[in-house]
């Protein structure tokens, strides 16, 4: 992201995140105003999976006219899930439930086939995922300035996630008394702006090493971002093939690629190339730390509105990034789009299944010719759709508050129901099925991010007015998200606490 913007824009400070540019927000634009002119020209007898697999055969031509179809279906159906989810989901709030309420007791029907320990095994796993990005989330959003403005790098927070457990599987096997862990601010306290990423603690809870997790995309850009920091206390975590180059550029530094491995702790962690970090990155890790226990000792349906609460974390935290916003903004300044009829149309009827199809077919395309780094090819479209589904839904609200029908405060909980209805669907509905945790370990962080490119995309499709609006609601929004985020967040670690299974997450 241009700096100099970044200083003079009036938008909030924010997320500036690795894998996603400019010049990749260009590439969105494109294709959906490609996807979006071509639905807008669809005959009328034409049916939209008819459609939508012309496109994706005319996009993407190494698909077969199976694949093409079944990748088609795929969507539509996703998009009729996702929309049955959040009309079940505002239904219930109607009636005065919570959304937490909603999640607990939707997950509970959702798993009526399986055994107590196989639901309470899946929903702490999912919950784990979940939980990890939120964690990461609030670790650039609760900062002490409290400002969103530094680089960060999605498979960087994955990276330490893979040093702590793989150190602790080391400890554990060995009988170590030594455990490491992500470090997590207290209640009440923001992330310092150089504390450490990740520690080692011996049995009485003292730290004994602190790191320092840096994973630039190569040592040049490691150095950089070590630059600008003061890790004087820190031992620098680099991936193994950048250690040589970065402890070069900083002789009286400690520069590893492993925790642990030192004349105090014996035992280390598994050293993690940069390339493994962006594999890891859109995989679900295999948290093979969750204890094995009697899980029909646990309240699976306290687990479950646990993980409503993360969700709605998720949605406020989402909510409190308005990368996307910002970067189609730019872009819109500099050359302004047409309006689509079809668009402006569907936004205000809510008849929007078309629009929704292109947004995931223009995101899909995109990412199978590699051409925007925080989805890479292969991302099931079913994923892709519901961060579009999302996007879609939270122009609608974001132009609701704009005219003044519903303040931000009101904005802001819609928009924590449409992720939590992305949520219930990515991990316990349909979908989840195949899906699961691995789309939840980087969905939260990514979607918001894409969303917003395609929000703020299709806002400005129904009309420079319109998209202005958009823009300056997302603004607000964002602000008001910002302010609330603790709050959540304590909220959930409340619940949490009176869950012996993951109490120690935030003890």
Known sequence: MDEEYMQTSDFPSDLNLEGMSEREAQVIKAALSRFMKSYQEKP??????????????????????EQAQALSRETLEEIHQYDKNLTSLKEAKAKGKTTEEWFAENSTEAASGLSTHAFGQQITE????????NTQMARVIT???????????LDGFLAEQHHVNSFNLAAQASSSPFRA????????????????DVVIRDQSGHIVHQYQC??????????????????NNQTLLVPPEQVEQVQAAFPGKTVVAQIG?????????????????????????????????????????MLAKYMGKQAAVAGVQGAAIATGFHLVGKLI??????????????????????????????????SEKNLIGV?????????????????????KILSRAAKGEITMGEALEEMKCTTTAMVFGLSLGATGATLGAAALSWVPVVGPVIGGVIGGTIGYMAGSKFGQEVYEAAKKVTNTAKKVVRAVWESAKTVARKIPLIEKLFS
Not at 45 to 61: C, H, K, N
Not at 143 to 153: E, M
Not at 214 to 231: D, F, L, P, S, V
């Open 126 to 133: 999912l919950d784990t995922a979940l939980s990890q990005a």
């Open 44 to 65: 009328e007898e034409v049916d939209d999976e008819t459609w939508l697999t012309q496109r994706f055969q005319e996009e993407l031509p190494n698909l077969t006219p």
């Open 143 to 153: 900062t002490q300035s409290g400002t969103v403005n530094q680089q960060w790098n």
């Open 214 to 231: 840096k994973y630039g995309a190569n040592a040049e850009a490691t150095i950089q971002m070590i630059r600008r920091g003061n890790y």
């Open 333 to 366: 300044s500099q050359e302004p789009m047409d309006s689509q009829e079809v668009v402006s149309t569907a936004l205000e009827t809510g008849v929007d299944s078309g629009v929704k199809a292109a947004a995931a077919g223009a995101i899909k395309v995109a």
């Open 375 to 395: 989805i890479p090819p292969g991302t099931p479209i079913r994923t892709i759709a519901d961060i579009a589904c999302v996007a879609v839904e939270n122009v």
């Open 261 to 301: 491995g030192t004349d105090k702790v014996g035992v280390h962690s598994e050293a993690l190339t940069k390339a493994e970090a962006k594999e890891l990155q859109f995989k679900a890790q295999k948290y093979e730390q969750i204890p094995q226990v009697n899980w029909g000792s646990f309240d699976t349906k």
């Open 181 to 196: 862990e992500v470090c997590v601010p207290g209640p009440g306290q923001t992330y310092g702006k150089n504390s450490f």
